[in-house]
């Protein structure tokens, strides 16, 4: 499966999403990038899942007839944030 990272997630957290291919929108050149104009160039490289820290997104933009899915991550405890980027570190 083809992931984008967006550019408010660290990138280490590619890491932990297993065998997919993971790339970030920094990497893609696409940082920077409005979001209707993110989703519209991520499914024209054949993004499948955008994994977002915006909450906002799916209220800010019409999803309908979009080929990718959005995963939306909502990290409560900066701790644990922290702690799962160290252990992504240590294993690089």
């Not at 590619?14 to 050149?29: D, I, M, P």
């Not at 991520?42 to 309908?64: F, H, K, P, R």
């Amino acid at each position: 499966m083809r992931v984008l990272l967006d550019e408010n997630l660290d990138h280490h957290l590619r890491k932990s999403l297993g065998t997919h291919e993971v790339s970030t929108a920094s990497y893609k050149g696409w940082d920077g990038l409005k979001n209707g104009e993110l989703l519209r160039t991520a499914e024209d490289n054949g993004i499948e899942v955008l994994i977002t820290g915006d909450q906002s997104l799916c209220y800010e933009q019409n999803m309908a007839g979009r080929r990718l899915a959005i995963c939306v991550v909502v990290l409560h405890r900066m701790a644990h944030h922290q702690e799962l980027l160290a252990a992504n570190r240590r294993r690089s």
